[in-house]
């Protein structure tokens, strides 16, 4: 049965309430107070030591848009939700408050073209645009370093969720869209996640730099073997 939240932003009662659901394996229909539209929450299942959620939106007409949403054990709930109200207004730790980490995704389908302009086969691409913390260490000061060490793989488990994704959906490149990386490379626990998973990547694939006031943007390409 598909439960709705409340549609303001929730106090975090309502936020226990609803990650008490999606740890029960139960979907929540949920309305983020920096989103228009809704989000259908589903439960993928506990890795390490968070919970992570696939949301996608509901009711929508674009192509496949969806997040990848960690949060943590209930008993730390109240923590990070404290934690995220100290954070930047307007980022992801406003829409979904309580998570440890949130990423924005896309599946593409494209049409192949034969000779004749003819579509003989659809190549599908998936679009990583952020992957982002919705915390603070230090605030609240239980949020100490040992606390979010308890959670520190949240980004690779993410990450793995989504090559499962694309190994699903038959995807053979993965497209790190605008993606922050203060300066050259991916960041140490992506480069380590690809290796390990026999990734070959490129960091000069893209010619488009957009510079930002502090941190440089780019486009990479994640080419997944078989």
């Known amino acids: 049965m598909l439960t709705t939240s409340p549609p303001k932003l929730p106090n975090i009662q309502a936020i226990r309430t609803m990650v008490g659901k999606l740890a029960s394996g139960e979907p929540v229909l949920y309305k983020p107070p920096m989103f228009s539209q809704s989000f259908v929450l589903n439960p993928i299942g ?21 997040r990848l949403l960690y949060y ?25 408050p309580g998570s440890v980490g949130t990423s924005s995704c896309v599946l593409l389908s494209k049409p192949v073209k034969s000779t004749k302009n003819q579509t003989i086969s659809h190549k599908t691409n998936l679009y990583l645009y952020y992957i982002q913390g919705c915390f603070k260490i230090g605030s609240p000061p239980e949020l100490d370093d040992d606390k979010a060490r308890i959670y520190g793989g949240w980004r690779v488990r993410l990450l ?6 694309a190994q699903h959906y038959t995807v053979t490149m993965v497209t790190l869209q605008n993606f922050n990386v203060a300066g050259r490379g991916f960041p140490p626990d992506f480069e380590k996640f690809f290796r390990f998973h026999n990734c070959s990547f490129d960091i000069s694939s893209s010619p488009r730099l957009l510079e930002g006031e502090e941190n440089v943007y780019v486009r990479k390409e994640v080419a997944l073997l078989p």
Do not use: H
Not at 72 to 95: H, I, M, N, V, Y
């Open 46 to 66: 506990q890795r390490g030591s968070g919970l992570i959620v696939l949301a996608k939106e509901a009711f929508s007409g674009r192509e496949n848009p969806f």
């Open 160 to 165: 793995q969720y989504l090559f499962e994704i």
């Open 72 to 96: 943590p054990k209930l008993e730390d709930l109240e923590l990070f939700t404290r934690s995220s109200e100290s954070l930047r207004d307007g980022g992801p730790a406003d829409s979904f």
